[in-house]
């Protein structure tokens, strides 16, 4: 092999290793839906291998699919609409019941418990550059888990 080819191979997997941001999602969860409700959350535990921004999430069984934040604001738990969730390197970022979470809106049908539901995650790495990891995120029945209202009322931050 001459030098010129090793030091080719060692570029090639340079750039291979540069690109290659992996992010583990463990633990991820659905609620489950009653017939009336056009709304829910998905929850999970991130953890990517770099630092790196979830940015977008989508899914076939929404019209809308948000990132959300639930917090306090003047003793009212609201929820707002965030523009990604910054995530660090091996570190896992939690989307839970009362903090971030993925907001799944216009449902097109009720999801039930033992169900699945397939979630596209868009990241961005910290040179911006945006790739996607697909999960299978199964559905919890409704009442499992610590409560959240996802209802949509009036004052509830939620306008669109
Ligand atoms: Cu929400």
């Known amino acids: 092999m001459t030098k010129l080819t090793v030091a080719f191979l060692l570029g090639l997997s340079a750039t291979a ?3 290659s941001t992996t992010v583990k999602v463990e633990d991820a969860w ?3 839906t009653v017939a009336t409700q ?3 959350g998905a929850f999970m535990r991130i953890t990517p291998s770099a630092n790196a921004r979830l940015i977008s999430v989508s899914s076939p069984v929404a019209e809308v699919v948000e990132i959300h934040e639930m917090a306090m604001d003047n003793d009212v738990m609201r929820m707002r609409q965030v523009p990604g969730v910054d995530l660090s390197a091996g570190k896992a970022t939690e989307l839970k019941p009362g903090g971030f979470h993925v907001m799944l809106m216009g449902l097109k049908a009720p999801v039930a418990g033992g ?3 397939p979630l596209t ?3 961005e790495d910290a040179a911006k550059r945006r790739f996607t990891q697909e999960v299978q995120v199964p559905v919890r029945a409704l009442g499992a888990g610590a409560p959240m209202q996802h209802d949509m009322k009036p004052g509830m931050g939620h306008k669109h």
């Open 17 to 19: 290793w540069a690109q």
């Open 115 to 117: 169900e699945t539901v």
């Open 38 to 40: 056009k709304a829910t």
């Open 121 to 123: 995650l868009t990241f």
């Open 30 to 32: 659905v609620r489950g």
